[in-house]
């Protein structure tokens, strides 16, 4: 174990950040409008199956491998196998970490920015979403709004980050988490509350099964990905961070379970608002900042909620922004044996530029596409992240896992570290059953799920 990494405190610290991570934009912003474009519960359903059967194995290897080898996503293959390809996967993950962050920050900034237009009242005087949209349109025109936004979200990323992992990530996450829980337990309340409330909530969970289709399930296991943090060693990075006492299994169970749990009530406080108001759920990505604001701002005590909820966005973002940062920072701290201040600073100045190209989506490269993809900066670092790397990352995982290091070698580390607990924590392990069926999804189920999602993003099924 290297001298003087830091760690977590405890195992619960460790879960609040890792929860952190996973719980963010994906949860509020961008789950309610796929599940509301796909059909709402069923979508949930399908989503459901896919965190259990692939997301949760892949997650607990990544924070295993994190934990076993207390390194960054590159030094932890170059540990665990000589053959220098897998070095290779861990830099595709640094590269990730890169891609995620470009459009996820511009997207934190219009969060930031959004907590100061509720602050000043802005959404009251908005009758319909189009009105909210063309607010949001005219804003996004200026390439000094989206980029200054970017700024100022950025900034807060690099401030926690330069903290360290107890004083910054680790301090951030116990005081952000709850926070963020409270707000989102008020949303919930009141979004119930409201005339017209059960429509929201029985488009949430009574499916139409004639919406599925393989589409539903390639949307459902790239968002698995996505919000869990999966595929690029950010929850290799906080695992590095963790103790051999503290047990893998348990806190996996306990980060998707709080991912899962938080992003269906964040569907539950956003589509009673959505159909008491009698709009359409399947707004798009839009509906957060466009239909969501004159909505709540037209509710009785309008001006709290909707400020309460661009806060819990912007938490959200905050704390997952952070996850992504880290994997980066940890890799020039461990591989080039930069202080964390040097790293954070360079890959922080990186990561900003690199942002740029994105910012100007929304105004002066708004008709630059590229290589004939027809995607902006934006949507192409979305599309790149999300349906390539983050799946890639989490196909070569499951091999490597399931091939190389070996199942025996994970179940023998998966073992390690004590949970108190029968059901809920490693010692599910002792079961042989519970062993063959966790080792065909990590060898055969997941890598073939993902296969198939690639075939299909590629467009040759
Ligand atoms: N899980 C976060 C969300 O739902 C996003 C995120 C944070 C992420 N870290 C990541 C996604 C690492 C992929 C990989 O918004």
């Known amino acids: 174990m290297s001298n003087n990494r830091e760690q977590w405190s405890s195992k619960a610290s460790f ?28 979508f949930l359903f399908i989503y459901l199956i896919c965190i259990v059967l692939v997301g949760l194995p892949i997650l607990n290897i990544e924070i295993l491998l994190g934990r076993a080898t207390q390194k960054n996503p590159v030094g932890a293959f170059k540990t665990l196998t000589d053959k220098p390809f897998w070095k290779y996967v861990g830099a595709l993950g640094v590269f990730a970490s890169f891609t995620i962050l470009s459009f996820y920050s511009i997207v934190g900034g219009w969060s930031v920015a959004y907590t100061f237009e509720a602050l000043k009242g802005t959404f009251s005087s908005f009758d319909n979403p189009q009105m909210a949209a063309d607010f949001f349109n005219l804003k996004n025109s200026s390439p000094m709004w989206v980029i200054g936004w970017h700024t100022v979200f950025f900034l807060m990323i ?13 301090k951030a996450s116990k005081f952000l ?15 119930l509350m409201l005339p017209g409330a059960d429509g929201g909530v029985s488009f949430l969970f009574s499916p139409d099964w004639s919406k599925i289709n393989p589409q539903t399930f390639l949307l459902a296991l790239g968002h698995a990905f996505f919000t869990l943090s ?16 503290d047990d893998v299994v348990n806190a996996s169970y306990m980060v998707a379970f709080l991912d899962t749990v938080i992003a269906i009530l964040a569907g539950v406080a956003i589509f009673t608002v959505v159909f ?12 957060v900042f466009h239909v969501l604001p004159p909505l709540l701002a037209q509710l009785v ?5 909707a400020l309460l909820f661009f806060l819990l966005l912007t938490i959200a973002a905050v704390t997952s922004g952070i996850s992504i ?5 940890a890799y020039l701290v461990d591989e080039l044996k930069y202080s964390r201040k040097k790293a954070t600073l360079t890959m922080g100045m990186l990561v900003y530029l690199a942002a740029i190209p994105c910012a100007l989506s929304f105004n002066l490269w708004s008709d630059v596409t590229l290589l004939g993809t027809g995607l902006t900066f934006f949507d192409a670092a979305d599309f790149l992240a999300s349906n390539v790397l983050l799946p890639l990352g989490g196909f070569f995982l499951a091999i490597f896992a399931g091939y190389v290091w070996g199942i025996d070698e994970v179940v023998r580390n998966l073992l390690i570290g004590d949970s108190g607990s029968v059901y809920f924590g490693n010692s599910i392990f002792k079961s ?4 063959s069926v966790f080792s065909f999804l990590i060898r055969y189920l997941s890598p073939v799920l993902i296969f198939l999602v690639f075939l299909y993003v590629l467009g040759w099924i």
Not at 178 to 189: E, K
Not at 230 to 245: H, N, P, R, V
Not at 432 to 435: L, N
Request: charged share 10%.
């Open 15 to 42: 879960i609040l950040a890792a929860a952190g991570s996973a719980v963010g934009l994906g949860n509020i912003w961008k789950f309610p409008y796929i599940a509301g474009e796909n059909g709402g519960a069923a």
């Open 158 to 170: 690099v401030g926690i980050i330069l903290s360290g992992v107890r004083a910054g990530l680790e």
């Open 177 to 191: 988490m709850p926070v963020l829980f409270g707000i989102l337990m008020i949303l919930v309340v009141q979004g």
């Open 230 to 245: 999966l595929g690029m060693g950010a929850m290799m990075t906080y695992g590095s961070y963790l103790s051999e006492k």
């Open 276 to 287: 008491s108001s009698g709009y359409d759920p399947a707004a798009g990505p839009g509906l």
């Open 301 to 305: 005590g309008g001006y709290i909620f």
């Open 325 to 329: 940062l880290e994997v980066s920072v």
């Open 432 to 435: 042989s059953s519970f062993k």
